[in-house]
């Protein structure tokens, strides 16, 4: 007569084995996450449409759904969208029509890129494969890139954004850029605690939006994260600046400094660590006022959710990218 408690070891190993894999199934690692993202980008590029435009478009989607309520998030490796009118057409009476034939009678989009029968937007090939044709009617170009999200999306600052993560992406020829850094060298003496929401009464009575990080004259600043330097120059209010914004659809401010690292200019894209300039107290006032107040960083965080940029509290950020350059070290 067979008994379970005869072989309690055996059994519980092989359940430990079956259930261990199957968890692996459900919850790959962040590595194999981006390399499955990667082979879907790469296998439905071509010549007329570089991979990194369509990592950007899925970037920029994935970006939205984790700070909108009013946006389903999409599971799996592609975050991609379609509205039911682009996918089945303006005209067609069934807007959750998976037919090829019927879609493109009606006008729609939807495509069958996974070949069995059916444009089902729920499949990440035949999303690929919609979002590619897309995008490679317009043409291989930035220009052509441009005017296609534009068609897309009708909103300049998301045209803005998605150019920002194709071109970071194109430069360092990969989608596994999340690291960061804290913006100060963490060797150096610095002190901060979180300033967001007090108020400040130059120019105006104001809420501040963002952290002070207060350290000596000279102490270099660094770009917090994979970006593209949007601008570099003076402000009344964050004296000499430098705003970077990143894949995550993130504007990082750095108010108040010195100088400028004259090795960077607008326009240049950087990684975590790269200096971009230098501790100061310049602001409040004209072109090169300076020594209104002790010398700082103010270092705010902006995010873009596909209609608006809004400040929010960057503390926790700095807390954790603090510890991850001590343990760096």
Known sequence: MFSWFRYPLSFAVIYM??????SAEADPTTEELLKQRMGYYQNYS???LPWYYLAAVDKFERNIQQVRNDLPTREGPIAIQFSDEFWAGDLNPYKEDTIPAAIDFFGGNGEDGNGDGLADPANNDDVMLTMANYLSKYGATEKDFKKAIMDYYKKD??????LVIARIY??????????HAFPLPVGNNYS???TWGDTRGWGGRRMHEGTDIFASYGVP??????????????NEFGGWRVGIRDIHNTYHYYAHLSSFNKEVKEGDIVKPGVIVGYVGSSGYGKKGTSGRFPPHLHYGMYKYNGRIEWAYDPTPSLRHW??????AR
């Open 17 to 22: 084995v079956f259930t261990t894999v199957g």
């Open 46 to 48: 071509n010549l007329d």
């Open 157 to 162: 600052e998301t045209v803005k954004q998605i």
């Open 170 to 179: 194109e430069h360092f020829e990969t989608i596994n850029l999340d690291q």
């Open 192 to 194: 901060y605690r979180s």
């Open 221 to 234: 600043v660094r770009s917090t994260t994979y970006g593209v330097i949007e601008i570099m120059g003076w």
């Open 322 to 327: 603090e510890q991850e350059d001590k343990k």
